[in-house]
């Protein structure tokens, strides 16, 4: 009976132990995978911040120079977005902000846009939606070179009324059988800019440093 008792403990202690060890390994892997997972989703900004400012062009941790907007009408947002801030040698040099098009053909459109501090687009990047496959989906850069074209355009070049589409009485292309997704694009693009123009000052803001 002894012995049959010393059994089930040793038992229960290996059990117990094993319980211990394969806790503790499942809980460092899933810290690593998180880090990683992180670190992926770092990287994976800064080369879409890259693509709008190339590196070479500011000097700043980019991704610690930020502030975050509340939902904001302007940019079709509806939730707080992270602004990040491009600066060299302690001068302004361009924001990149969030914007959304809610008025899609298929729904909202999100993208980057980065916007150099005299108001000149560094460029313009769609980062989600779901425009028809060979029609709306030339606004992603890996189906059409179409989004390339915002690249150095202001609110004075071309002029805010010719910020429309050809069919409109525009500048810009619309695609061959989908004129509501460029539409849609542009005429975010055209309230980012007047969104930046209106509150430039307020972007670049270095906040205080409290004593």
């Not at 992603?140 to 355009?153: C, P, R, T, Y």
């Not at 460029?182 to 000052?201: I, W």
């Amino acid at each position: 009976m002894m012995d049959l008792q010393k059994h089930i403990l040793r038992v229960g202690l290996l059990l117990g132990l094993f319980a211990v060890v394969a806790t503790t390994l499942v809980a460092l892997t899933e810290s690593s995978t998180r880090e990683q997972i992180r670190e992926n989703e770092r990287e994976a900004l800064l080369s879409g911040i890259n693509a709008l400012i190339p590196h070479e062009q500011y000097d700043n941790a980019i991704l610690q120079d930020k502030i975050v907007l509340d939902a904001t009408e302007a940019l079709g947002t509806e939730e707080a977005t992270t602004v990040y801030r491009a600066r060299k040698q302690g001068s302004d040099v361009a924001v990149i902000l969030t914007a959304i098009a809610p008025n899609g053909y298929s729904g909202k459109i999100k993208m980057l846009i980065g916007i150099y501090a005299d108001g000149r687009l560094a460029g313009v990047r769609v980062i989600d939606h779901k425009e028809t496959p060979g029609l709306g989906d030339k606004i992603d850069e890996k189906k059409a070179s179409w989004i390339l074209q915002f690249e150095g355009l202001s609110l004075t070049s071309p002029n805010a009324d010719k910020w429309k589409v050809k069919k409109d009485g525009g500048e810009f292309d619309q695609f061959t059988g989908a004129t509501i997704t460029p539409r849609a694009v542009v005429d975010a693009v055209k309230r980012s800019l007047e969104y930046f123009r209106t509150h430039r000052d307020e972007l670049f803001a270095v906040a205080e440093e409290k004593s």
